[in-house]
C-alpha cells in the first residue's frame, strides 16, 4: 500500500525553472521573429553554444567577487569523471571561449547574436527566476564607439517593433584599469569612513572589490552610494573621447539616454562604455537589458586581443512589459479541422488533411481521444475550439459521393448573429456547407483563402 502511494505522488519542477505552456507561446514566438529579423537588419549571425562549460571559464571571465560567481552558479562534479562543470549562468564567456577555440576573428571581426537559457540560483520572484532566457549580441573586434553606438540602437529598434515605450537607457564609462585603480584608492578611503554605516556584503567587498558596492540593491545604502567619488572624474581624455563618441551618435540618431555615474554592472570583465536599458513597470526587476565593452576578455580567455562589446536582453522582463501593454499577439489558429466519420471517411481524411498540407494548408486530423470514433458533434466542438478556419467534413455521404463538405467555422460578428438566429429557429447548422469533389478540395480551398 505503502509503496502504491508512493509512485503515485506527483512530481513538480524546479522551483524557479518555470515550464513555458502553449498559452504563451504566441508571445514568444512574436519576440523571437521580432529580434530575428531586427538582428538580420544589422547583419549578426547566430551562434550556440552548450549550456554546460567547464565551472573555470565563468570563474575566469566573469570574475570572483561578482553576485553570479559567489552565490549564483549551478556547479557540479561530473560524476562520471570528475569534471568541474558549470550551467551557464550567461553566455559572454561562452561566445568567446568559442570564437578563441573556433579561431574565427583570423579573418576580421565577426558580429554575433545567441539566445537560450541562463542558470542562476537566486531567489525567485517576478521577473527573477533560477532558469531565464536571454537573447544577446556580441560585436567582437571592434574598438570604436561606433559599436557601441550600433548595438545601443539595436535595443531602442528592438523595444520600437515590439510596441514597447518607458525603457529608458542609462550610460556609464569604466575607463581603463588604470583609471579605475586611481578612483578605487578615493573610494576605498571614502567607503572606510562609512564603513560603519554599510552591510555586511559590502564590507566585504570594500576591499576586494569597491566598484561593485556601487551596484549594491540595498535601499539603506543608497546615500552613501549616492556621495561617492565618481569614476567619472577619473577618466584620461582618450576614455572621455570614447565616452563622447558614443554620447555623440546617439544625439544625433535621437537617441535619449541618461549618464548614470554609478552604474558599474554586475561583471567583472566591463571597460569603458557600460549601459542599461531600465523600466519603472517592472517593481525592482527594472532593468530589462544590459551590456557594454569588455575589451580585455578576448585576451583574457587565451585568444589574441579583441576588444569588443555586447549586451543581453532578459527575455521574461520583456514579455512582462509587452503583457503589461497589451501588446499580446492573438494566438494562430489552423486553417483546417478535419471531421470524419466511418472507416472509409477517416482514411480519406487522413489523405485529404496530407494533400492539404502539401498545398501549405496548417490542418489537424482529428483523432479519438480514446479509440472509439467520436460523435460528428463532439468533432465539430474540438473543430470550433482548435480555432481553424474551416471544417472539412468526410462522412458516408460524402464518402459516396466522392465529396468533402466545407464549413467557415470563423463567423463576423454579423454573421455570427445570423447564425445564432437560424439554429435557434431550426436547430439547422448555422453556417452554409460547400460540397466539393474529393479531388477537387485543395484548389477550393486556395480560392477561398485568395477571394477573402
Ligand atoms: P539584476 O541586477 O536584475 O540581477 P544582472 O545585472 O544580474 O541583473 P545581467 O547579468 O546583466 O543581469 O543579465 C542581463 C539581463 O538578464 C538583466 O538585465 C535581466 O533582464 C535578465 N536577468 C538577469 N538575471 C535574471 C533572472 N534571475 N531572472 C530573469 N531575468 C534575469
Ligand atoms: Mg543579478
Redesign the pocket.
Known sequence: MAEQNKKLTRLTGVKGMNDILPADAALWEFFESTVRSMLKAYGYQNIRTPIVEHTQLFTRGIGEVT??VEKEMYSFTDALNGEQLTLRP?NTAAVVRATIEHNMLYDGPKRLWYQGP?F?H?RPQR????Q?H?VGVEALGFAGPDTDAEIIMMCQRLWDDLGLMGIRLEINSLGQPDERAAHRKELIAYLEKHSDLLDEESKRRLHANPLRVLDT?NPALQEIVEGAPRLLDFLGEASLAHFEGLQRLLRENNIPHKINPRLV???DYYNLTVF?WVTDQLGS?G?????GRYDPLVEQLGGKPAPSCGW???I??VLELMKDAKRVPDAQGCDVYMVHQGDEGRIRAFIAAERLRDAGFDVILHCSPDGTPSSFKSQMKRADASGAAYAVIIGDDEVAGNLASVKGLRQTAASGAQAETASGQNGAMPNAQASVPFDALAEYLIDRVAGA
Open positions: 553576485d553570479i550567461e541562463m542562476r537566486e521577473g527573477r527566476y533560477r531565464f536571454q540593491k554592472r554586475g561583471l542599461e526587476q532593468t530589462v537589458a544590459g551590456g543581453a536582453i532578459g521574461e522582463r
